[in-house]
Each structure stands twice: as structure tokens, then as C-alpha cells.
């Protein structure tokens, strides 16, 4: 596996890649790998000949009372684990190498509407950094396909849209949601709970699942169901962000008129904020 630090070394790995017809993966991640991101990884292989992993903290995803310093960074770990999977390379640019004249300066590309509601009014911008980031890396990189985990389900939505609007040749595949045992959505911020937060933590997917039930009674109202699933994620010690029934397209609030829906959920539990969605 090679280790791409700088953009001519990576254009000219993917140019030699090009040269011989290989198809190109890539699975752009923020590093801290768990089986989830090498699930990605996996299903990268299952689809070309050749697959890249970035990793790259992005600063412009983050807020300001948000855990960019604090976020946990395994570099050498990350290797290891992409090693094992017989990775063909991975890209680990700086923030300077991405943004070479600051944030405020940055050019960036920010999807509409889609990124309004849920994570987007709570986190306002975090968005316009994920798009802006992918954009610049599939830019870079220009692969076939790109792998993306359907546990951030607004974020594939987005990036889905982007890649539509801005003609990207690009195959965007969302994959399933890789689960602990218990039935907790894997994630790198699963590492800030407690023993005691971690035991409460499946609950999250058991509320989804619940309410899922509900959906099918089609006497009982949607709003009713939202505000009865929040009710039961605090009887166990969560503070909801946001909990909606949504439209799968639009990842507008549905109700019983619409047929392809999805829950979407964000909540906090301690100081760590968890997501889940369960498609209806």
C-alpha cells in the first residue's frame, strides 16, 4: 500500500492507474477506522480494480464548540487495518495541502434544501464543509466510484444530489450501516461514552424500531410518533436532537400519504452526539 502525502504524488499514482484501464474506489474518511469504514473499504474492492482511502480530519465540517481537537486521530492504526485489506493506497493530505488559503478564503460548493433540516440546523455550515471537502477529493482523485456509509444518511443525500447537479461521473454506492452485537451503529465518537452511556447506547436503534412499528397503524399520526419516540429516548437518558419520519428524496417530514420513508434520529448522550435511520 502506498501513503500519498502530496496532490502530484496521488495525480500520478491515479495517472499510471488510468494507464493500465483500471476502475478506481475510493472511500474518503476522517480516520479512526472501525469495521464500519473498512466494511466501506471492502465493498470498494468488490467493484474495481483499484481502491484509495483518504484520511483527513476537515476542519471546515466543524464548529466552533465542536471536537476538532479532540477528534480521535490513528494514523498509524488506520494504516495497519487498510494494509491488512490490501489497500492500493491512501491519501493523507493537511489542512493546508486542502486549503491552501485558509477557510474563510476557501471556495466551497454547498447543496440546497437537503441540508436545512436534521444535522444541518443544528450544526449550522457542517454541510457546505462536507460537500465542499468531497468535491475538492473527488476532484483530485476523479474515481469511478466512491463508497459511502448509509449511517450518515443525510450526508449520502447530499452528496448523491451533488454529484447529480455537478455531472460528476461518478457511481456514489451507499452502504448498509455495520452494527455492534447489540445493535449500536459503529462510529469513531462511540469511543467518548462511558461503560455506562455505551449499555445504554442500543436503545437509539431499539426507538427506531418501535416506531417503525407505529408507522404501520395508519390511525396514528407521524408528529404523534416523533414526539412518542422522543419521550422514550429521555426516559432513558438521552437528549434528542432531532427525531422525523421523513421522505427518503426529500428528507422532508412525511405522513401516510408518502410510501418511501425514512426515520432519521440525532441524539446526545452525555457529551456524545449519536445518529441513526432506519428506512421504512
Known amino acids: 500500500m502506498k501513503t500519498l502525502t502530496t496532490i502530484d504524488s496521488l495525480r500520478a499514482e491515479i495517472a499510471s492507474w488510468r494507464k493500465a484501464g483500471e476502475r478506481i474506489a475510493f472511500v474518503p474518511t476522517m480516520g479512526n477506522l472501525h469495521q464500519g469504514h473498512l466494511r466501506l473499504v471492502e465493498v470498494a474492492k468488490q467493484h474495481a480494480e483499484r481502491v484509495i482511502v483518504s484520511i483527513f480530519v476537515n476542519p471546515m465540517q466543524f464548529g466552533a464548540n465542536e471536537d476538532l481537537d479532540s ?81 450518515d444518511y443525510q450526508q449520502l443525500a447530499i452528496i448523491r444530489q451533488m454529484v447529480e447537479d455537478l455531472s460528476f461521473p461518478i457511481e456514489i454506492i451507499g452502504v448498509p450501516t455495520e ?43 407521524f408528529r404523534s410518533i416523533e414526539a412518542d419516540a422522543k419521550a422514550r429516548l429521555e426516559a432513558v437518558g438521552f437528549k434528542p436532537d432531532y427525531l422525523t419520519i421523513s421522505d427518503r428524496s426529500t428528507l422532508e417530514p412525511a405522513d401516510h400519504r408518502q410510501q418511501a420513508l425514512v426515520i432519521l434520529a440525532a441524539a446526545w448522550l452525555g457529551k456524545t452526539k449519536l445518529l441513526d435511520n432506519l428506512e421504512v
Open 71 to 151: 477528534y480521535p486521530r490513528t494514523l498509524e492504526d488506520d494504516c495497519q487495518a487498510l494494509q491488512q485489506l490490501q489497500t492500493d493506497a491512501v491519501f493523507t493530505p493537511t489542512p493546508e495541502l486542502i486549503y491552501p488559503r485558509g477557510l474563510s478564503e476557501q471556495t466551497f460548493v454547498e447543496v440546497p434544501k437537503l441540508g436545512d433540516h436534521h444535522c444541518g440546523a443544528s450544526r449550522p455550515g457542517h454541510f457546505r464543509g462536507v460537500s465542499t471537502v468531497v468535491c475538492k477529493l473527488f476532484n483530485l482523485v476523479q474515481p469511478d466510484i466512491a463508497c459511502f456509509g448509509q449511517k
Open 179 to 221: 452494527r455492534a452485537a447489540d445493535g449500536l451503529a459503529l462510529s469513531s465518537r462511540n469511543g467518548y461514552l462511558s461503560a455506562e452511556q455505551r449499555a445504554q447506547a442500543p436503545a437509539l436503534q431499539q426507538v427506531l424500531k418501535q416506531a417503525a412499528k407505529q408507522i404501520q397503524d395508519t390511525s396514528v399520526d
